[in-house]
């Protein structure tokens, strides 16, 4: 990797108090199943995977990604219940809406189109939104202990996502790097 290359994705973040209560299960999970690795990550809903981007074209990203977001308005988003991809991973679901797999899609066709950010994986499955609390270092083990616990646990938040984030990996963590708010603000009920 050039070394002025960086690791980059595009999510949805939740308000800081429910990524707050996401985080408390991130714990859990390392201090009770030795999973430590969703902790790496504020709590998220990943549209566009994880891509390598130049530091010194970032500004062109940054440019493109602000005026992606002024094309759509706030989006609501229903995180309920927990859900697993066997053998390791298991996450908070979301509530797949029309306006949810719009953006996504639409985000990562304009990303492919303009910028030639291309996620081939994410192009041959469908998009299926989730909100991870432990994968990659959960062990098949751990796995057949927790899903159990977690799999009937109520989990439930409803809130209103109002800007697109950019996360840059530091070679430990992932930290938001900008936000780009959406151009219709939806008015509080």
Known sequence: ????????????????????QITDIKQYFAQTYNSRHALNSPSHITLQPPFKWLTEDLPTL???????????SSVSITLS?????????????VIKT???????????????????????VSKKRPFSPHVTVAFKDLSRTAFKTAWPEFVQRPIH???????????????????????????????PQ
């Open 1 to 20: 990797m050039n070394p002025s290359e960086k690791l980059f994705f595009i999510a949805l973040l939740p308000p800081q108090a429910i990524q707050d």
């Open 157 to 187: 938040f409803e809130f209103t996502v109002s800007q697109l984030t950019l996360l840059i990996h530091n070679g430990q963590n992932w930290n938001i790097k900008a936000e780009f708010p959406f151009l219709n603000i939806a008015s």
């Open 81 to 93: 219940g927990f859900s697993a991809f066997p053998p390791r991973v298991i996450f908070v679901d």
């Open 62 to 72: 940054e440019h493109h990604l602000s005026q992606f977001a002024l094309n759509y």
């Open 98 to 120: 029309p306006q949810l797999i719009q953006i996504q899609t639409a985000l990562m066709n304009d990303l492919e189109q303009q910028l030639n950010i291309v996620h081939e």
